[in-house]
């Protein structure tokens, strides 16, 4: 798990360069252009390994969900449409529309979704269909569940394949436990991992010969969904000086391009220490930083927890956002509870970046 999240860390932090760079080259191409084709087939290339080391994370010590207010709708349709694309087999939808939204990580939900409807794919090798279904539903005290009383995002996959043995059942959420001769024995214990790191609850029921079925249950959240701002009102709304704290030189570069596209003025420090002095001195001279980007871990120096502590003593009301390649730290899925007012994970493209500082500085306000 150790050694899985350190190899995760490191990818990020060189994927969020290669994904930073080739969203900065797009807005400079002309969107119908063979380069702009090249660019986005390269982005999609960079997406799928960033698909890796979520897996990596997820199933070492780090993974801890980020959460925030989602619609799960849209995310079940597009994420078992992109597991069945090219096979054999039939995805059945009965989604109403006004399922309830959930605090949750999306990626981690869209990697559960795909891997149920992959097994189901896989357990239906001469084609058939897989029923997709999900509700709103109310567990009560007397309900054979070992789910809290409260409201919840019922999720049901069933497929019509072989089955799985009955000797088999309990043990297909063990981590390397796999019948197939293709396949690691990580899909279902990582799922078993995200849907317990969500509050949620994940059953299943097979026979052999008549097929699976899996049951998630995921609490609805009394948060309204978060709406995405459009980009041209982001572009538009740059303008603010922001300290971006990062030990990469990389990372420093296409943060601080991204940033200064948007129409923000930026300043660099390499770690923890710098990053205090420079805020420190800015403060002082009646200039202060509208916002720092700050590193969550920095090896060998001073991060970007222990550097915000030091700044609040200076300023606050100072604004930062936190980021990082590996999630096992809290402050990544709590990250209000430590004083940061935004959370990023890495990789990130410009969009994403540009999207998370304008709405720690303006909230919901719409540029004029």
Not at 93 to 120: C, F, T
Not at 286 to 306: R, W
Not at 332 to 347: D, H, L, T
Request: aromatic letters at 6%.
């Amino acid at each position: 798990g150790v050694l899985a999240g350190g190899i995760a860390h490191d990818f990020n932090n060189i994927l969020t360069a290669i994904l930073g760079n080739i969203s900065l080259a797009k807005m400079d191409t002309i969107t119908d252009s063979d380069i702009n084709t090249r660019l986005i087939d390269a982005e999609k290339a960079s997406e799928r390994a960033q698909d890796l080391t979520r897996q990596l994370l997820t199933f070492s010590k780090g993974g801890a969900p980020i959460k925030k207010t989602i619609s799960i709708r849209n995310l079940i349709k597009e994420s078992a449409r992109f597991a069945l694309h090219g096979s054999n087999v039939k995805g059945l939808y009965d989604i109403p529309e006004n399922l309830s939204a959930i605090d949750a990580d999306a990626g981690q939900i869209s990697q559960v979704i795909n891997n149920l409807i992959i097994n189901a794919n896989q357990a239906m090798p001469d084609g058939g269909t897989i029923n997709i279904s999900a509700q709103n539903i109310d567990i009560k005290k007397s309900d054979p569940t070992p789910l809290k009383e409260d409201q919840y995002v019922r999720i049901t996959i069933s497929d019509e394949g072989a089955g799985i043995p009955e000797d088999h059942l309990n043990r297909i959420f063990d981590p390397y436990f796999t019948t197939k001769q293709k396949g690691s024995g990580l899909g279902l214990a990582t799922t078993y991992s995200i849907i317990k790191n969500h509050d949620g609850h994940i059953d299943v029921e097979s026979k052999q010969g008549e097929g699976t079925t899996f049951t998630i249950h995921l609490p609805i959240s009394n948060k309204p969904e978060e709406v995405e701002i459009e980009e041209d009102d982001i572009i538009a709304a740059g303008g603010g000086k922001i300290l971006i704290m990062d030990d990469e030189d990389a990372i420093r570069m296409v943060t601080g391009v991204a940033l200064t596209k948007a129409g923000y003025k930026v300043e660099f420090a390499f770690n923890g220490e710098e990053a205090v002095e420079k805020y420190k001195l800015s403060f002082e001279d009646g200039s202060p930083f509208d916002l720092i980007f700050m590193d969550l871990t920095i090896p060998g120096g001073m991060g970007g927890q222990e550097a915000l502590e030091k700044i609040k003593e200076i300023d606050p009301n100072a604004k930062a956002i936190v980021s990082s390649g590996y999630s096992n730290n809290p402050v990544m899925s709590e990250y209000e509870k430590y004083g940061f007012c935004g959370v990023i994970a890495k990789p990130y493209k410009a969009e994403n970046l540009n999207r998370i500082v304008y709405q720690v500085l303006h909230g919901d306000k719409i540029p004029v």
